[in-house]
């Protein structure tokens, strides 16, 4: 093709992008202008350190708003905020968690003010709370990664399923869903994937359970334990570092999204909804998928070393049955594997 | 009308405090600052078993409590002290009537070495021992393995968790009964002997009965230090899956979400356990301090060893290779490790992981300056708050002193573990909340080191006498005056020891840091915890050498600068 003809095709992409169902990014100068009055405002996240001066100085240059961030896992995240709300002194506008089901919680406590993201709009209806308490901004998926020393591209378990072969024996980790968000995740994607019957033949395979992701990454990485399920940012990250570690995607993956929130005592409302809307803009989602995780929208790419969300099969947990069941589940997971 | 002599036969000290003013609204700061760090946190340890995390009552932590599980968790625990003690005192003590009361060449250089193990916190025995003993990967498994052909060691077990444990523990048994050996009057033993009893008889008849307090209070001291320890049991017991109670606290304590409640349930009932241990220890202590303060300035009758004494020496070796020597130096060959059972060689040696913990993550930088601003905190509160308390012990007599004296001690008989999860409960509900921050942590290490403080201190204010004060007095000085410029430069050398020993403490601190911090919050300790949970090997070694030597050095500073002044340690 001659370079005009290029062009063309190019601008036609572009305009049927805009038209068909990117992301529009609308902020209404009346937000604008509130936000900008209350002048700060203060945000629970999860967001990797690498990230997080990023988007605190773009967002300050371009609305002025300071940003204060409290960073912690998901389940630091969740118990900072229960304890707050026990000493009625809650300090967070915006908050990000990784287990969609703990906003349940909170929202039973009358917590969380419901929002309905503008910039959002075009998100399937699964990544939304139906009550706007919540919006999925980023997602994750939960791989098999092995040692390579140990085990052959041929012999690596190609699902989860297979992790109850009496072959693994010895040779498996896992991270426990009674410490992490997304470890409880996992684990009742697990469940509706392989059943009790499958916690109770890595039970028989004396799977190490590790308090977290980074217990059994490493134990992979030493090479203590061959195969392992890990969390899709942090075997990116490692793989970036350069470890030479195996990765399989299952064939049914659990899949997960961490998603945004504001409390309803905000102090900073205005602010609040203003960087949320913010967080759906192409300058945040485009900057996901270089850090390791998966943007919302699949325009904006995905992580390096792994494949595109809609080239897998997917398994969403049930959200209604995870706030149900999290503490039997819980409970049963404990008896048969950690103690 | 007689006229009837009157001989005031009080001691000087008596008619002095007799004769204070007491300073009333000093007392009632006092007491509501140790109420409120000490008798609040236990306050809502009790209530708080009774609530759910939103604040309904409920009984379900107790229902939870005496189901099997639990149930065994707590004889676990007991089980896990009984043996580390039944192995520890008899170990201490062994080698206190070698160093003591035998000629035994270098026995001197035992005693120093023992005192050395002291300063390290069990934690690292049960580090080191899983790096030498670990199934899979070590090092005295892998070094036997071809020449026997077999792995035999399994750290991961109930006995490798007390054989850890009580090498971290016998130094404290040695130094009780060594001290209480040395106090025994040798001109009862001359007797004895010139009566004709053998040395065996005069050592069962005569010595063991005198240090059988010391004994007694070791055995007591160690059990409820056992109860609180944690090192062991978190490093060996989790993955062995041996739940004892400072660990399965950590363990609910660390979930998500955490179960505080349910802690404090747990820990009441426990805490009805170590109260028995408190009335035990009660009792027993009333009676040592009668032999301690005979015997000063004696020279004990040494027994001679003889042929014997090469066994002594080959025991004694061996005891403080097992628990200080090999330790040492095993965590120090980890932390330089590029693969940390790879053995000693030039290729295996690394300098990275002490790199990486000063510029990497920040979290040992994070460590180390709460490390010291913790402790540094403690020590101005404990001396601040101590200096007073155990002034008005030892000196005063009523009831508000004994109150007090109470309040003061509670903590030396409470299980740290037990102590913390009051704190959080206290500190995590309104009206004063201090949850995340420095400053909880600071008031739980305050509680805690009190009584640590307030021992010594009043120790040597008993010594000094009250003439002196009296004799200010009368010329119209103060009470604070007299305290300033008569008491506290007495006190020099005490409230130095006595702060070095606080500092250690706050340093080695690890079972109410675990259940206490959050991110930014953490001491080094606890980020050699972390890096342990998250497996980085080398860089949990390569803090843990830092902490070792930085408190070696410390104590070796105060130990020499007590010398000099020829105070005896």
């Known amino acids: ?339 | 009308m007689t006229e009837t002599a009157i001989t005031d036969t009080r001691s000087s000290a008596t008619r002095f405090a007799a004769q204070m003013p007491r300073s009333l609204p000093g007392y009632i700061l006092l007491f509501a600052i140790l109420a409120g760090t000490v008798l609040y946190p236990m306050y809502w340890l009790a209530i708080g078993s009774f609530r759910t995390e939103w604040g309904d009552w409920t009984l379900e932590h107790y229902r939870e409590v005496f189901t099997p599980f639990y149930l065994q968790v707590m004889a676990n625990t007991m089980l896990y002290a009984a043996a580390t003690v039944a192995i520890a005192v008899p170990l201490g003590g062994s080698l206190a009537w070698l160093v003591a009361r035998t000629d035994m060449p270098g026995r001197g250089v035992v005693k120093a070495l023992v005192t050395i193990t002291f300063v390290m916190p069990p934690l690292f025995h049960a580090l080191a021992f899983v790096f030498l003993f670990q199934p899979q990967a070590g090092i005295v498994n892998n070094l036997l393995e071809p020449v026997i052909g077999l792995r035999p060691f399994n750290i991961f077990s109930f006995e490798g968790m007390v054989i850890a444990t009580a090498f971290g523990l016998f130094p404290q048994a040695f130094l009780l009964i060594e001290a209480a050996l040395r106090g025994v009057d040798p001109s009862l033993e001359e007797a004895a002997s010139a009566s004709g009893a053998s040395q065996l008889r005069i050592l069962r008849t005569v010595v063991l009965p005198l240090v059988t307090p010391a004994i007694l209070t070791s055995v007591v001291l160690g059990l409820i230090e056992v109860l609180a320890v944690f090192g062991p049991p978190a490093v060996i017991g989790v993955p062995a899956k041996i739940f004892v109670m400072s660990s399965q606290v950590y363990i609910e304590l660390t979930s998500a979400p955490p179960r505080i409640e349910f802690s404090a349930a747990l820990a009441v009932l426990f805490l009805q356990i170590a109260i028995l241990l408190l009335v035990l220890q009660e009792v027993l202590l009333r009676r040592r301090s009668y032999v301690t303060i005979i015997g000063k300035g004696f020279r004990p009758r040494l027994t001679r060893l003889r042929g014997w004494r090469w066994c002594a020496i080959g025991y004694c070796t061996l005891i403080v290779l097992i628990g200080l020597v090999i330790p040492t130096l095993i965590l120090m060959l980890v932390s330089v490790s590029k693969v940390w059972a790879g053995g000693l060689s030039f290729d295996n040696f690394t300098l990275q992981y002490y790199l990486e913990a000063i510029r990497g993550d920040a979290r040992a930088a994070t460590g180390l300056t709460n490390t010291l601003l913790l402790a540094f905190a403690t020590l101005a509160a404990t001396l601040a708050v101590g200096l007073p308390v155990a002034w008005i012990v030892t000196r005063q007599r009523g009831l508000g002193a004994k109150v007090l004296r109470f309040v003061a001690f509670l903590p030396f008989s409470i299980p740290a573990v037990i102590f913390t999860v009051g704190v959080i409960l206290a500190f995590i509900n309104p009206p004063v909340v201090l949850y995340g921050t420095l400053a909880i942590i600071l008031v739980c290490y305050f509680g805690r080191f009190l009584p640590l403080a307030v021992q010594p201190l009043s120790d040597s204010l008993r010594q000094i006498d009250g003439s002196l004060e009296e004799a200010a007095r009368v010329v119209g000085s103060g009470s604070v005056r007299t305290m300033i410029w008569i008491v506290m430069p007495l006190l020099k050398f005490a409230v130095f020891s006595t702060s070095v020993m606080i500092f250690v403490a706050c340093v080695r601190e690890i079972v109410s840091i675990a259940l206490l911090y959050s991110p930014g919050t953490e001491t080094l300790m606890m980020t050699a915890m972390i890096y342990w949970e998250e497996g980085q090997i080398q860089l949990t070694a390569a803090i843990v050498v830092f902490i070792l030597f930085a408190v070696a050095v410390f104590y070796g500073i105060s130990r020499l600068v007590g010398s000099r002044s020829g105070i005896r340690g």
């Not at chain 1, 936000?35 to 240059?61: C, I, M, N, V």
């Not at chain 1, 793989?239 to 900073?268: N, R």
């Open chain 1, 1 to 339: 093709m001659t370079k005009f003809r290029h062009s063309i095709a190019a601008t036609v992409a572009l305009g049927a992008t805009l038209v068909l169902g990117g992301p529009a990014f609308s902020q209404s100068a009346d937000l604008i202008k509130k936000a900008q009055e209350e002048g700060q405002l203060t945000w629970y996240t999860t967001t990797p350190t690498s990230l997080l001066e990023q988007y605190t100085s773009a967002f300050k240059d371009k609305y002025g708003i300071e940003v204060t961030v409290f960073r912690g896992g998901g389940a630091q995240i969740a118990q900072k905020l229960a304890l707050e709300l026990r000493a009625r002194k809650v300090e967070a506008d915006v908050v990000d968690l990784s287990d969609p089901s703990v906003i349940h919680q909170l929202n039973e406590r009358k917590a969380i003010a419901p929002y309905e993201v503008e910039n959002a709009a075009s998100l399937p209806e699964s990544l939304k709370a139906p009550d706007h308490t919540w919006t999925a901004y980023s997602q994750h998926i939960f791989p098999i990664i092995y040692n390579k020393d140990l085990v052959s591209e041929e012999e690596a378990p190609k699902s989860y399923a297979e992790l109850a072969d009496p072959k693994w024996k010895d040779k498996l980790a896992i991270a426990s869903p009674n410490y992490g968000a997304t470890q409880m995740i996992f684990a009742k994607g697990l469940l509706e994937i392989g059943g009790w019957e499958l916690i109770d033949a890595l039970a028989a395979n004396n799977v190490l359970v590790g308090r977290g992701w980074p217990e059994s990454q490493n134990a992979v990485v030493t090479g203590e334990r061959a195969v392992a399920v890990d969390l899709s940012i942090r075997t990116f990250q490692a793989l970036q570092k350069g470890a030479d570690l195996g990765l399989v995607i299952p064939e049914e993956v659990v899949a997960s999204y961490a998603v945004a929130s504001i409390m309803a005592d905000a102090a900073h409302p205005n602010a609040a909804k203003l960087f949320v809307e913010w967080r759906f803009s192409e300058e945040v989602e485009s900057t996901l998928a270089s850090s390791g995780s998966y943007p919302v929208w699949p325009e904006y790419g995905h992580p390096e070393g792994m494949p595109a969300l809609d080239s897998m099969n997917l398994h969403y947990v049930n959200l209604d049955e995870l706030v149900e069941e999290h503490a039997d589940i819980k409970r049963r997971w404990t008896n048969t594997l950690e103690r």
